[in-house]
């Protein structure tokens, strides 16, 4: 018995020879069926598929242990006649924790039936897997993401569909539902538009930026506005680099990076990637409230015996609260307006407001791109209205914000 090896298969970033023809279209369609009847066996729906977002070096990890399945006898056997999956004796054999082979038992199934049969040889030949030296595994991620995963549509075979939608089973092994402009055949290579609609958008992706932009920069702007330390000229200028540079100049930089950190199609990095056109707003605004209230009334609370947390709460905060509901503003709006930044690092896995609006704009679909874009307006100018009421009440109120 072959011993299992983490990472042995992955789907290739080289896309497959795009066949047509009513004989490819129709073999690809029956083998289809069978395997949608199939899945129906083992309680798994089509739909269900594209419910759970699963990454590339996820899915590569679901059909290397798929083929391990499928190779092992006494695995594959017992999941042919239980029809199911034998947790304990995969976990067993490969020691991959059991939570996620549960969490992701769909993928598995899906995939363990189709490497797992000849029958489905022209589904296979689609899929494009390989298996992966130990050498070439550490340097082919980075260059399958940047190729395949970054792009504005989705391209693959059909293996559902309606009158408006389809759902897609693309060359990298992952379910999509995208919009149909024209009718299709099931089996048929498409390529289209990926289906998104606002409750797929993460709204505190934006929030949790805002947070921590703040929580940066208020030291940071004390710092620069305050006090005079070497290199204060560099640190400045560090800040402010993110205006000054042109985003495009460090973004696939910083994308390369991110992949060899794990941090490319999470929500993390997306999260780390939109702090940092944030920072120089958020600093230079902060720091202009600091040039206007000093840090006086900071040294005469110390004096009077205050603890540091009883001085920036009853002292900074309040002085500071304008600015920082300004710069959170700014912040918020950034964020919820960013799309280059986030479709990169984001892989299009992880879904903003722009995400969605910006391909119905790219397809000449105005109506509801229109739609989108006052909604986004119309959001924008809530947040700022807020804010200023909120200002506005601070400062007819002479107690502190937090009595409001």
Known sequence: MDKFQSGKYKFSSVKPLFLIGNYVIGERGKEINILVDELIKYKVLIKDLISR????SQRNELVTISMYIAANF???????????????????????????LEKYRDYIIVYTLIFGNDKYKNIQDYLQMVETSVDDSKNSDVKDIVEYEAGLTVNGI????????????????EFKKVKLNEDVLIGQEINANEKKTLKDVKIYISILVVFITIVISIPAAKALSLYNFKGKKFFELLVLSPVIIPTISIAMGVHIFFIKLK?????????????????PYAVGIICDVYKLVGDKLEIQAKMLGASKINV?????LPLLLPGILGASSMCFIIVFSQYFLTMLIGGGTVITYPMIMFPYIQSGDRV???MYSIVFLVASIIVLMLIEKRIKIYYKNSSSFFEI
């Not at 199911?84 to 924790?97: A, C, D, G, Y």
């Open 158 to 173: 059909v293996v559902w569909k309606n009158k408006k939608d389809a759902i897609l089973l693309t060359a990298l092994g």
């Open 53 to 56: 977002e699963v990454s590339y």
């Open 74 to 100: 006494e695995l594959y056997d017992s999941f042919i006649n239980n029809i199911e999956i034998p947790f304990s004796k995969l976990q067993m054999f490969t020691r991959v924790n059991k939570k996620f």
């Open 368 to 370: 509801i791109g229109s």
């Open 263 to 279: 941090l490319a199609n999470t929500y993390l990095g997306v999260v780390i990637i939109n702090i940092l056109p944030c920072i």
């Open 312 to 316: 920036f709460r009853y002292i900074t």
